[in-house]
T-cell receptor, first 112, second 109 residues
């Protein structure tokens, strides 16, 4: 039982490059989330998807796009990476509202 | 929109001492969750509180949800080196799970 799987684990990008962070869960959860974590800022919500086919903005959506490809997969895309997007990105999934969130191992992204 | 604030941001504790971290929301919460993140790791669920005034215990950890469901606290007794990490509270609002900034706990032997 893999839980929540994120790829890649590490990535270095040049300013202006694009990339997609992948997230997949095998727990048949409805809701999926993308967070970024910066020192002293906690976990800030970028986008979330309450169910397959729906996505909504979180606290810090600018510079990102998401796709809920199916119930299992929720990807995060950086169209033109900026140094301010250097961060650790976490994907999480929840079976239903008000139930615990399961997190992936994180993607450590550096934009130079 | 909903904001979840945590204090203190850092907590240095001598092994064996007690400490408390606090979580406050700008809006009434349907529930509150607590997570622990070890250094270099990912957040791991500890507990969920749902009822007004609810108190739950996990060994040396005591969690409390305020009467107005706008604040919560985590109290750790007899701190051990295994308690090192960052503790986050998270509030659920209409399916949007928002986290506080966390309390980073450092334990001195």
């Amino acid at each position: 039982n893999a839980g929540v799987t994120q790829t890649p684990k590490f990535q270095v990008l040049k300013t202006g490059q694009s990339m997609t962070l992948q997230c997949a869960q095998d727990m048949n959860h409805n809701s999926m989330y993308w967070y970024r974590q910066d020192p002293g800022m906690g976990l800030r919500l970028i986008y979330y998807s309450a169910s397959e086919g729906t996505t909504d903005k979180g606290e810090v959506p600018n510079g990102y796009n998401v796709s809920r490809l199916n119930k299992r997969e929720f990807s995060l895309r950086l169209e033109s990476a900026a140094p301010s997007q250097t961060s650790v990105y976490f994907c999480a999934s929840i079976r239903a509202s008000a139930i615990e969130a399961f997190f992936g191992q994180g993607t450590r992204l550096t934009v130079v | 929109g909903q904001q979840v604030m945590q204090i203190p941001q850092y907590q240095h504790v001598q092994e064996g001492e007690d400490f408390t971290t606090y979580c406050n929301s700008s809006t009434t919460l349907s529930n509150i969750q607590w997570y622990k993140q070890r250094p270099g790791g990912h957040p791991v669920f500890l507990i969920q509180l749902v009822k007004s005034g609810e108190v739950k215990k996990q060994k040396r950890l005591t969690f409390q949800f305020g009467e107005a469901k706008k604040n919560s606290s985590l109290h750790i007794t007899a701190t051990q080196t295994t308690d090192v990490g960052t503790y986050f509270c998270a509030g659920d609002s209409w399916g949007k799970l928002q986290f506080g900034a966390g309390t980073q706990v450092v334990v001195t032997p």
